[in-house]
């Protein structure tokens, strides 16, 4: 009998040691939530890294690198992995040098993966630089004002504020002594902007609202001539997918949802689209700008030329411009830079593929809509710095 309750005692002692080591090891590796995770891995855990083409992805990266090497000790920003100006100027002087765009990768970065809240999987969608027809009087059909940044629109970096803040931006009129919020898109569809100026009048609304939901494009005038609009300024107003609304009316199923249908449903819909697309409080004012390069797209939020299909717009809270990610997706695995970011990019494993310019890259940018997980590329003395692995706060 003793030696029957001795050996129970001693089966349940063991049970709880095993019980308490798998709790200590899950606990020691799980990730907290509102945590960003880094681990260091070697570029073999890159999905498709091999067959991949890092030529546009180096083309950015220099691009980046002008704008890196600009900056004088500065933090490079997000939740601060990326470290500082300085611990990539002599991987961005190499940068301009190199031909190989594999090895110069290789031999100077170390590749990490990303997990947010133990969560390493994330959305990525595409976007790209519409075409519109322009001119610059009003006559006929062009009858669309497409206007410039209003001379009261005040815009606002929280951040300078609260570092809890960093990233975060609001825009809004000063009245009287106060900053209260600007025009929404119902509004000033009604009455206009008066303290803007109209760049040029388009004859579609819908391409208008397209060209704001992309925030740069292309204008062909109709007397020939052609020019960059790009991002000048936004009314501060929520962003809100329209997508969704036709979702929510039932014009639209979550599985045929793509910025093709969407589109081909106000145009079918023209009785009803103004007041689906005013759903979209949120209103973009523009500038023109010489085409200049027409193989490169309109600067992105890190003020570089954006690269078809090497540029990515990310969440600037959380992630570094000009850092090289990986983006793993069902899509496409290729190396990309963080050079932009968007309303809706919001999030550690978020992005938004750009495309290019034109039909063919709104057709591919319309069908991109994936999972997918990330991998950062970190200059190798600083990831020497982060070792193994390091966990870095995420923004509320």
Same mark, same amino acid.
């Given at each position: 009998?003793?030696?029957?309750? *001795?050996?129970?005692?001693?089966?349940?002692?063991?049970?709880?040691?095993?019980? =308490? *080591? =798998?709790?200590?090891?899950?606990?020691?590796? !799980?990730?907290?939530? &509102?945590?960003?995770? +880094?681990?260091?891995?070697?570029?073999?855990? +890159?999905?498709?890294?091999?067959?991949?083409?890092?030529? @546009?992805?180096?083309? /950015?990266?220099?691009?980046?690198?002008?704008?890196?090497?600009?900056?004088?000790?500065?933090?490079?920003?997000? %939740?601060?992995?990326?470290?500082?100006?300085?611990?990539?100027?002599?991987?961005?002087?190499?940068?301009?040098? #190199?031909?190989?765009?594999?090895?110069?990768?290789?031999?100077?970065?170390?590749?990490?993966?990303?997990?947010?809240?133990?969560? !390493?999987?994330?959305?990525?969608? @595409?976007?790209?630089?519409?075409?519109?027809?322009?001119?610059?009087?009003?006559?006929?059909?062009?009858?669309?004002?497409?206007?410039?940044?209003?001379?009261?629109?005040?815009?606002?970096?929280?951040?300078?504020?609260?570092?809890?803040?960093? @990233?975060?931006?609001?825009?809004?009129?000063?009245?009287?002594?106060?900053?209260? $919020?600007?025009?929404?898109?119902?509004?000033?569809?009604?009455?206009?902007? $008066?303290?803007?100026?109209?760049?040029?009048?388009?004859?579609?609304?819908?391409?208008?609202?397209? +060209?704001?939901?992309?925030?740069?494009?292309? #204008?062909?005038?109709?007397?020939?001539?052609?020019?960059?609009?790009?991002?000048?300024?936004?009314?501060?107003?929520?962003?809100?997918?329209?997508?969704?609304?036709?979702?929510?009316?039932?014009?639209?199923?979550?599985?045929?949802?793509?910025?093709?249908?969407?589109?081909?449903? =106000?145009?079918?819909?023209?009785?009803?689209?103004?007041?689906?697309?005013?759903?979209?409080?949120?209103? %973009?004012?523009?500038?023109?700008?010489?085409?200049?390069?027409?193989?490169? &797209?309109?600067?992105?939020?890190?003020?570089?030329?954006?690269?078809?299909?090497?540029? +990515?717009?990310?969440?600037?809270?959380?992630?570094?411009?000009?850092?090289?990610?990986?983006?793993?997706?069902?899509?496409?695995?290729?190396?990309?830079? /963080?050079?932009?970011?968007?309303?809706?990019?919001?999030?550690?494993?978020?992005?938004?593929?750009?495309?290019?310019?034109?039909?063919?890259?709104?057709?591919?940018?319309?069908?991109?809509? !994936?999972?997918?997980?990330?991998?950062?590329?970190?200059?190798?003395?600083?990831?020497?710095?982060?070792?193994?692995?390091?966990?870095?706060?995420? $923004?509320?």
């Amino acid at each position: 009998m003793g030696r029957a309750r *001795a050996f129970v005692w001693a089966t349940f002692a063991l049970s709880l040691v095993f019980a =308490l *080591a =798998l709790w200590w090891r899950w606990s020691e590796q !799980s990730v907290p939530a &509102g945590t960003l995770r +880094l681990t260091r891995v070697g570029f073999s855990a +890159l999905p498709g890294w091999a067959d991949s083409d890092a030529r @546009g992805s180096l083309a /950015a990266f220099r691009r980046s690198c002008d704008a890196i090497l600009k900056l004088a000790h500065a933090p490079m920003g997000g %939740v601060g992995y990326a470290g500082t100006s300085d611990d990539w100027r002599a991987v961005c002087k190499t940068a301009s040098s #190199v031909t190989d765009a594999h090895y110069f990768f290789e031999a100077w970065f170390t590749p990490f993966s990303l997990e947010a809240g133990g969560d !390493s999987s994330g959305l990525f969608t @595409g976007y790209y630089e519409p075409e519109i027809h322009g001119s610059k009087t009003r006559h006929d059909n062009y009858t669309i004002a497409v206007f410039g940044r209003p001379s009261d629109l005040v815009s606002v970096d929280l951040g300078l504020f609260r570092d809890v803040l960093k @990233g975060e931006r609001i825009a809004g009129r000063v009245e009287g002594n106060k900053l209260v $919020p600007y025009a929404t898109r119902t509004e000033i569809d009604k009455n206009g902007v $008066p303290n803007a100026p109209i760049l040029f009048y388009a004859n579609d609304p819908i391409d208008v609202f397209f +060209l704001q939901i992309q925030g740069s494009g292309h #204008v062909m005038f109709d007397d020939g001539t052609q020019a960059r609009v790009v991002y000048a300024g936004g009314n501060g107003r929520p962003y809100t997918a329209i997508g969704r609304v036709l979702i929510a009316r039932g014009a639209l199923t979550k599985e045929n949802l793509s910025m093709q249908t969407v589109r081909d449903w =106000l145009v079918r819909n023209p009785q009803d689209a103004q007041s689906v697309m005013e759903q979209n409080q949120s209103f %973009v004012f523009f500038a023109l700008e010489p085409l200049g390069d027409a193989t490169l &797209g309109s600067k992105g939020t890190e003020g570089v030329a954006l690269t078809p299909e090497a540029s +990515l717009a990310i969440d600037p809270g959380i992630h570094a411009f000009g850092a090289p990610l990986f983006l793993a997706s069902s899509d496409l695995k290729r190396l990309v830079i /963080a050079q932009d970011s968007g309303g809706a990019i919001r999030g550690a494993v978020r992005g938004d593929f750009y495309w290019g310019f034109g039909m063919q890259a709104a057709d591919k940018a319309s069908r991109m809509k !994936s999972d997918g997980q990330f991998f950062v590329l970190l200059p190798k003395a600083l990831a020497d710095r982060i070792g193994e692995q390091k966990d870095f706060k995420l $923004p509320p």
